[in-house]
């Protein structure tokens, strides 16, 4: 069976980013549709077989790269199995992507990378920052569900979705109006923040730091007065009792 995305990284300096892609992708996808070579390889098993014979049946090589991988020496040394993946990954014609691990990671030079690897560093790069993880898995894996068919029919977060109709917002700042197109159902919650000024939601009467006066007759003054108040109410009424 094609595990679909193989996970390429370095212990020491990636298995941390390794994990959390391969938790959410296999999440997302299943289990199966993700190599990670700590999981993917049974006890007792030849890894070298393991490894080559997972890049060869994915479709998408996810090559974690830290802030220091183009500069471990190893990237050199011909029996390094992060460079033979990548490796038999193009040799094999199947894709390879860079994620970045953290802010710090930084696009690949190509002259910090031998003339092998060289290629990896013309590849469009993925981030995968901690202090957005959440986004850049999501985008992560819409990414590769756009790629893969076999991805995109397995993902479970389209199929929830579709099936209880949600909807997701997200708004920024904003300046103007936001309108929700089509029908939708449940509850609508919103979140107000730096609001200055009176709110009303729903239904009856706003009292805003001021008193609550009604009724026939009522007055409500509010500041100094001078030269007094004179009312005249029912007049018509007043003059027929006084008959």
Same mark, same amino acid.
């Given at each position: 069976?094609?595990?679909?995305?193989?996970?390429?990284?370095?212990?020491?300096?990636?298995?941390?980013?390794?994990?959390?892609? *391969?938790?959410?992708?296999?999440?997302?996808?299943?289990?199966?549709?993700?190599?990670?070579?700590?999981?993917?390889?049974?006890?007792?098993?030849?890894?070298?077989?393991?490894?080559?014979?997972?890049?060869?049946?994915?479709?998408?090589?996810?090559?974690?790269?830290?802030?220091?991988?183009?500069?471990?020496?190893?990237?050199?040394?011909? *029996?390094?199995?992060?460079?033979?993946?990548?490796?038999?990954?193009?040799?094999?014609?199947?894709?390879?992507?860079?994620?970045?691990?953290?802010?710090k990671a930084e696009?690949?030079n190509p002259a910090?990378?031998?003339?092998?690897?060289?290629?990896?560093?013309?590849?469009?790069?993925?981030?995968?920052?901690?202090?957005?993880?959440?986004?850049?898995?999501?985008?992560?894996?819409?990414?590769?569900?756009?790629?893969?068919?076999?991805?995109?029919?397995?993902?479970?977060?389209?199929?929830?979705?579709?099936?209880?109709?949600?909807?997701?917002?997200?708004?920024?700042?904003?300046?103007?109006?936001?309108?929700?197109?089509?029908?939708?159902?449940?509850?609508?919650?919103?979140?107000?923040?730096?609001?200055?000024?009176?709110?009303?939601?729903?239904?009856?009467?706003?009292?805003?730091?001021?008193?609550?006066?009604?009724?026939?007759?009522?007055?409500?003054?509010?500041? *100094?007065?001078?030269?007094?108040?004179?009312?005249?109410?029912?007049?018509s009424r007043r003059?027929?009792?006084?008959?």
């Open positions: 069976m094609a595990n679909e995305v193989f996970i390429n990284y370095r212990t020491g300096d990636g298995e941390k980013i390794a994990a959390l892609l *391969d938790q959410a992708l296999s999440h997302r996808f299943g289990d199966a549709h993700v190599f990670r070579a700590s999981k993917s390889i049974p006890p007792g098993a030849v890894y070298q077989d393991h490894l080559i014979r997972g890049v060869r049946r994915s479709s998408v090589v996810l090559a974690v790269i830290g802030e220091n991988w183009s500069k471990h020496p190893q990237l050199s040394d011909e *029996d390094d199995w992060v460079r033979k993946e990548i490796l038999e990954a193009f040799a094999c014609g199947i894709e390879v992507i860079p994620v970045l691990d953290g802010r696009r690949l910090d990378l031998p003339g092998e690897l060289k290629r990896l560093a013309d590849v469009q790069s993925v981030p995968l920052d901690l202090h957005d993880l959440q986004s850049n898995l999501m985008r992560i894996g819409n990414l590769l569900a756009a790629k893969v068919p076999e991805l995109k029919a397995a993902d479970r977060t389209a199929a929830q979705e579709s099936e209880v109709g949600e909807v997701r917002n997200s708004v920024g700042e904003l300046r103007g109006n936001v309108v929700q197109a089509r029908e939708f159902t449940g509850d609508a919650g919103t979140v107000i923040k730096g609001n200055q000024g009176s709110i009303h939601m729903g239904d009856g009467n706003l009292y805003h730091n001021s008193p609550h006066v009604s009724g026939t007759g009522a007055t409500y003054i509010a500041g *100094d007065n001078q030269g007094g108040i004179r009312h005249d109410f029912g007049g003059k027929e009792e006084e008959r």
